[in-house]
């Protein structure tokens, strides 16, 4: 079959099954380019919970799927490569969690959704790239532990002085691998451009940064902006919708290694199979399932700034 004829027989069977299709900002050109929804892990999870389909097909990694799952408990949600995992949510584990919590007694813990369900549920509250600066200043407490992103963690920190973070120390292997020297290079050879960067990366990156936001922040920045040229610091997939939307705007990938293979595994083939078999379905269990849906929902109820 054609990419065009296992795109138009995923678009058959999402009706048949009524399921909705949804593919973070991440993926492959091909998959976002017929998913029902593309987002931010924040707009994605709201569009989980919203949703009166039946099947949410999840094209994105293992923790987007399960925040699904947490969220619509009553809905199938299939997540078509099983083995797209974050190494960054993987940082971190429970044990070392709880340890660290038994350190800071009562210190509340913010959790990216970047985490398993079973961290989520460790936790007091969640967060996203695009609402961790609300999220932390909704805190009524002057200390707080941060996980698993230390470079979110210190970007958000920036914007809350008056409270102390203890970080864990995780990061996303992808947004690490862009150097201070790559984002220099690209900025010499366009020196009109704006750099614009993900709070994943490194601090000494965000330094450079004209602008740090989340990949959905990044579509409404270089949108609105009169600028023209722009250093893009975040996983290529973005580049996708960025181009489509404008037409007359040139955006540069900031370094080359900026791919996530594991964003990259899902084909529209993987689709396909998912909503044949209507498998692999991920599911998390009730007892960690509510806890973690409390963190999620404290932090859907969170107002943006
Ligand atoms: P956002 O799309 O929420 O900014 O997430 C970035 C990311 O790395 C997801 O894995
Ligand atoms: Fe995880 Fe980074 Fe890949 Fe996002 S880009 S899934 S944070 S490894």
């Not at 600066?133 to 532990?145: E, F, H, P, T």
């Not at 230390?150 to 292997?173: H, M, S, T």
């Not at 404290?298 to 107002?303: D, F, G, I, R, T």
Request: glycine share 4%; proline share 6%; charged share 20%.
């Amino acid at each position: 079959m054609s990419s065009s004829e296992v795109q138009q027989a995923i678009r058959r069977l999402l009706k048949e099954r009524n399921a909705v299709l949804l593919a973070h900002n991440y993926m492959r050109d091909e998959v976002q380019a017929i998913a029902d929804i593309t987002g931010d892990s924040l707009q994605l999870s709201m569009e989980a919970a919203k949703t009166s389909a039946s099947v949410i097909v999840f094209c994105g990694v293992h923790f987007m799927a399960e925040s699904a799952a947490i969220l619509s408990p009553d809905k199938t949600v299939l997540l078509p490569r099983p083995d797209a995992g974050c190494p960054m949510a993987d940082m971190v584990d429970l044990t070392g969690l709880r340890e660290l919590k038994a350190r800071h007694p009562g210190v509340p813990v913010v959790t990216y959704v970047n985490s398993s369900a079973a961290v989520k549920a460790e936790s007091d509250i969640c967060c996203t790239s695009a609402n961790a600066v609300s999220v932390v200043k909704s805190l009524a407490a002057d200390r707080l532990i941060f996980v698993p992103d230390r470079n979110l963690g210190r970007w958000v920190a920036r914007f809350v002085p008056d409270k102390q973070f203890i970080f864990w120390e995780g990061y996303c292997p992808t947004h690490e691998r862009m150097t201070v020297e790559a984002v220099q290079e690209q900025q010499r050879e366009h020196p009109a451009a704006l750099f614009i960067c993900h709070p994943e990366c490194a601090p000494a990156v965000s330094a450079l940064a004209d602008h740090v936001c989340s990949t959905s922040g990044m579509y409404a920045y270089c949108k609105n902006s009169p600028a023209t040229t722009f250093i893009i610091g975040t996983e290529a997939g973005i580049l996708f919708k960025l181009r489509q939307d404008n037409p007359d705007k040139e955006f540069i990938l900031a370094s080359p290694a900026l791919i996530c293979p594991n964003m990259k595994l899902t084909s529209l083939e993987d689709v396909l199979l998912a909503l044949q078999t209507m498998q692999p379905v991920v599911t998390v269990p009730d007892e960690v399932r509510l806890k973690a849906k409390a963190a999620l929902d404290k932090m859907l109820a969170v107002p943006r700034d």
